[in-house]
């Protein structure tokens, strides 16, 4: 399995939206259902700093993902583009596969 996991700092005044995009019925989650070998997200929020979230994507493998990011890229884009408007700082944190 691979797994991705991003740190965000959402715009406090958008958790609400911050959290529907990417909860688990969000848009990221619709748009990777798509791909052949996503296994699902979960979305944490932190209990000391409401607006810092971390999200964990799971795939299959590493070239499902891959394969996913090269054949929907223009799509891609256009969906982190809106959802950067909801956001302050966004950080990829690790992208590891189980040994």
Same mark, same amino acid.
């Given at each position: ?12 005044? #958008? ?9 688990? @019925?969000?848009? =990221? ?11 699902? $997200? ?8 409401? $607006?810092?979230?971390? *999200?964990?994507?799971? =795939? ?5 993902? /891959? ?11 256009? #969906?982190?583009? @809106?959802?950067? *408007?909801? *956001?302050?700082?966004?950080? #990829?944190?690790?992208?590891?596969? /189980?040994?």
């Amino acid at each position: 399995m691979y797994r991705i996991v991003w740190e965000f700092e959402a715009d406090p005044r #958008l958790n609400a939206e911050f959290e529907r995009e990417y909860g688990g @019925h969000g848009a =990221w989650e619709a748009f990777f259902r798509r791909a052949a070998g996503y296994l699902g $997200s979960e979305l944490f929020r932190s209990a000391a700093a409401p $607006s810092r979230y971390l *999200t964990v994507d799971r =795939w299959a493998s590493r070239a499902a993902y /891959e394969a996913f990011r090269a054949g929907f890229a223009e799509e891609y884009a256009a #969906l982190d583009a @809106h959802c950067a *408007t909801l *956001t302050r700082s966004e950080r #990829l944190v690790a992208a590891a596969e /189980e040994p």
